[in-house]
């Protein structure tokens, strides 16, 4: 169910069975030429939009900007703080938590906003709150990534422009993919002798882009949402089965 | 325009016309038994598509979660503390103005958020940074409301219903509009000898509704939306003609 | 009973009577060409005083720096961030509370100050610690400053010029009321198609003061002042007649 | 001058010629059986009204509650954090030199205040706001001290006894001077092998007094009170004498 | 050279050459049963020992306690948060850029201090206080440590075994590398349908150890440390070529 | 013993017979032109090194960076502020308190220490988790000193100086012993008219040294260290003799 779709009195009776709360999150920031800014939370929408249907699972509203600083100066990027991030993420878990819902997912669109959501996840774990893992649509296909192109999934690479053609196909400049993948890295970040020293996206992509883009199609970034819902919805079914106790924090050995 | 459905590329192009960055506010709370918890930031979104098309504004994502803790006791209420909401939207107007759009409007669907989004202007005027009043849509028709309607305009009262049933009359449980109206006040708050001590909803209305939401209709709801869009574009009209140095901090007198 | 008079020892037998804590809270800011900085806490300090020979209240110290920024461009005023008040307040009360007085009242001089004292008293209740409204002089009494002045009371305005003029007419420089008036508006703040875009006081008023003080004297004041003594004293009685437990937050429903 | 006495209008025109703002900063908090708990704001009042007459000068209003936990299991006694107490104060003093005052003194009544005010100081040298030492009454005639009482100064001891009977003689309760002094140490605090173990007053002291109060007097009162405020008058003049930028932090050597 | 070894005087000489800062950082944690708990700054303070003897580095104290909560349910285990960590780091470097040394890098032992380093490292080159990368070994030689070992380098795995038996023989219990190596995973973490939910170490290693310690020998901790040290002069001798303001921030497109 | 040189496994036994952990914190910071950068943390970890045999101790590593940056001005001190300083030190002991020892001492090295050491065993003690005082080793042995000295002990003065020629002979550069106690100042500080007005060291001593330091020796060192070495240890003794019951916070009288 969508929880802001409902009224104060039908979530009391539907809130009755559900068991996750979904919280997509996402970023509004550069995606090269191409994709439109708003492409981390159009997939995380979608991906939420996935398990909308089910009775146990109450999707939140989207969260649509996120840890993006190191986008900042590619025009239209917004970004917070990671603290501010965290607590405005961690505060939401607490409020659905005092509704009786204690696990949740955050269904992220956005790599950057992953140590945050980690550290949010933490400490709602380590106070007894709630237990919310991050679900990265990325990190739960990785194999049909690596089947269905050749270079890395990578920053508005194949991958999101696979899944922006399949989502949001009015958004995507596709006359301008070519010119997003010139001279773009294959993977993220810059690394000199076992340092990283690529502090923001600019430091090592003249376009905002890493991997290449022309590689996306719609077919591809059809099987990506399906195979990668079926992965979110396995999650959900994973977190529903087990008992909230057996995933509070472990004592002391 | 509507700045997440832009690439980098076009938002550099589109930003160099924009004047002034809007910002839907709002709340995911109860608005009592006949109403969408979304209700708050449904009608800032809703207010805010009535300035998407011009070429001087620039629509950011909608913020769906605000400073909501007096309805905590109510289903499905989610909130942020007021610190919280006010870095987000602070850092958020911040960062848009990096791209060089320093006017700013909070299009507020939600009275809670109203002192962070002040703090937040106060902060953001003083350093420099931007200029982002707040407007508040019942605040810019209080005739028309008080023409259209015997009781207050209330939380989830006659004004409110009137705006959903316009924009999103599906998310409406009209059947419930009576029992959402039972035995509620016709104003906010609760005051003892001139000490306000109605520090939650709950403290002064069962239902969590206040003001009569059977005078609510669709007809009115229009009437209101119509009537305080043209206000929002009188004010992005005001925002446009006003240089930015003439909207700073005065200096000492 | 004045707490600062007594020494632990006394204080330790006279606490055992005391059902609530008063705490005057004023500020040190512009009042126009005529009032004194002062204004608001010696409005602030005199209400407590009405209530200081009750054995059933400790009066504590008056504080007498708020929250004030919007009148920094004015000579003379001081101010702290609306955080650090609130902490000072909530502080202050969460010590008193400690020593079994978990009732308290904000007798408050400054309107400015009220968000923060709301805030502080939100916190309180919430985690049990005591029970601490605001009273707001001007709040107690709305029908007689209607009554006695054909403009609004106002900031340095007729009820406070009056108030002044009773209790503290050696500071009042009543061969300035005209001009103090000079060009002031009839009611706070300043407006724009619903936004309110008078972020500082010398936004919207040349002397820094609002409503017309020329309508002040000193036996409306004293008429105010025993209106609203009375006032503040019925809201000590409420207060004692409730139980603690009454006056907490209510649970989820 | 005293600032909250005056209009803004006249302040304008005094702060013209003030070069250092005065702020009494105190505590309420037990001094025994016989002296009241506003003994440091008190004293802090009456040593900074000792150079209110001075054109040059201008005194703030009191600050009441310090950093006094330490007391907190004694009856009455209120106390902030430090951190708030530093802030409170801090901000207190950017405002004042806001309007051009930027020399202050702390005319501080209370020893466990210090260390936030010196962190206050610290911090408005650091940036250039202020220079703003802390004076401590008991500090500026140590030998006067010692000649005049054979124990030591102490908390509620003789020098605060004395000191209170001269400015506060009806708050005293000479007759359990006595009872104050009895089984309390000579000096402040509990050392064992070079640690600090006395963490609250009540670890060292039955009745919450430090030194002999019985050897306190009037006349010791009045001697004290002239000798320190002639020391203060001398502090302000130094001050008066040094161009704000000799008061600067130094460089980098 | 190492900077507290110098007196003010001898330092101002030496940092004259000095350009760039090595601050090791490591951790006090569990490593299993046969691995100290200080293995992570006594490979950080190795490392940083490496580069010592160069006129143009100045190695500073090891920072020995970092950001470990994840293995808090084995004992001996030490932590702070990562706040915490993240501000003792940056005010350091902006210490040692007072004094003109501006590049600087983290001699890092402890993966869970990367995000923390990378958060001070983004503000410290924001603000343009310095440049101040993260170097860990475990980075520098990837290829080697796959060369070495069949298992993943991992926690307390064959590469920290390697190098504890290379640089602090007498205290890595040899006899307990078999039982530390008992039913432990080949890499770190754990993964759900792509959803990390291995929050602390304890969720997945009984022991503590993360890879085959008994993969780690002597010879290869040899190979390890001469590698890895390479690389680190090699990075300071990157750093020291390129001049600071290429390596500030870049301005927005 | 010492923590970081046990693996996990054997700290869990070697833990069950500690009562008192232990741990050095210093400072990097000028000591004038004859003493290391690394005096004080040199010493602390000296002294927890002559506690290290005790079974009923643990060591924890030495925390080199302290709260100095009142020398800021003499090349190659470090600092973190106050904050900072005793936020790392308070997470410290809540670890090392979570595996069951709640007794700790700061065997501290540096005087600018100690303020934000108190603060951090304040909150300690209050919330119950441990009771850690700190230990100054000049404070232990004061009248050794005085019975040593001529001169105060003072910084960087003969009583450090002693210390360090026993420690740590080779750091010391005796020939500029001479100039650094040219024109400086017999005790800490400067103060007119009863206010403290020294901020930083510089305001009060040319080269950085408070007292006469060719007045030190390594007789005098080794005597110093074998007298205050026994403090330190009666110290140990007299917090395992008392049960951590009768160390906590006095309840209100």
Same mark, same amino acid.
């Given at each position: 169910?969508?929880?802001?779709?409902?009224?104060?009195?039908?979530?009391?009776?539907?809130?009755?069975?559900?068991? #996750?709360? !979904?919280?997509?999150?996402?970023?509004?920031?550069?995606?090269?030429?191409?994709?439109?800014?708003?492409?981390?939370? =159009?997939?995380?929408?979608?991906?939420?939009?996935?398990?909308?249907?089910?009775?146990?699972?109450?999707?939140?509203?989207?969260?649509?900007?996120?840890?993006?600083?190191?986008?900042?100066?590619?025009?239209?990027?917004?970004? #917070?703080?990671?603290?501010?991030?965290?607590?405005? !993420?961690?505060?939401? =878990?607490?409020?659905?938590?005092?509704?009786?819902?204690?696990?949740? !997912?955050?269904?992220?669109?956005?790599?950057?906003?992953?140590?945050?959501?980690?550290?949010?996840?933490?400490?709602?774990?380590?106070?007894?709150?709630?237990?919310?893992?991050?679900?990265?649509?990325?990190?739960?296909?990785?194999?049909?990534?690596?089947?269905?192109?050749?270079?890395? &999934?990578?920053?508005?690479?194949?991958?999101?422009?696979?899944?922006?053609?399949?989502?949001?196909?009015?958004?995507?400049?596709?006359?301008?993919?070519?010119?997003?993948?010139?001279?773009?890295?294959?993977?993220? &970040?810059?690394?000199?002798?076992?340092?990283?020293?690529?502090?923001?996206? =600019?430091?090592?992509?003249?376009? &905002?882009? #890493?991997?290449?883009?022309?590689? &996306?199609?719609?077919?591809?970034?059809?099987?990506?949402?399906?195979?990668?819902?079926?992965?979110?919805?396995?999650?959900?079914?994973?977190?529903?089965?087990?008992?909230?106790?057996?995933?509070?924090?472990?004592?002391? #050995?």
């Amino acid at each position: 169910m969508r929880l802001a779709d409902h009224t104060t009195t039908t979530a009391a009776e539907a809130l009755e069975s559900v068991d #996750v709360a !979904v919280v997509p999150v996402g970023s509004t920031e550069q995606h090269g030429p191409a994709l439109p800014l708003g492409t981390d939370f =159009i997939t995380a929408d979608a991906f939420a939009e996935a398990v909308t249907d089910r009775d146990d699972v109450a999707v939140l509203p989207t969260i649509p900007v996120g840890v993006s600083e190191h986008h900042r100066q590619f025009h239209g990027t917004l970004w #917070v703080s990671p603290e501010t991030f965290e607590e405005y !993420v961690t505060e939401t =878990i607490e409020a659905v938590a005092s509704h009786g819902v204690r696990k949740a !997912v955050f269904v992220n669109g956005h790599g950057g906003n992953v140590n945050a959501l980690e550290r949010a996840a933490r400490r709602l774990r380590g106070d007894g709150t709630a237990f919310a893992p991050t679900w990265n649509w990325w990190e739960s296909v990785p194999e049909l990534s690596d089947d269905l192109f050749d270079s890395d &999934g990578g920053h508005a690479g194949p991958a999101e422009t696979s899944l922006l053609l399949e989502l949001a196909a009015s958004l995507v400049r596709e006359d301008a993919l070519e010119e997003a993948g010139d001279g773009v890295p294959e993977s993220w &970040g810059k690394s000199v002798h076992g340092a990283s020293v690529g502090f923001d996206t =600019i430091d090592f992509t003249p376009t &905002g882009v #890493v991997g290449d883009p022309t590689e &996306g199609s719609r077919v591809a970034g059809e099987e990506l949402f399906q195979a990668a819902s079926e992965e979110l919805n396995a999650l959900v079914d994973w977190l529903v089965d087990k008992p909230f106790d057996s995933l509070r924090s472990t004592d002391h #050995v």
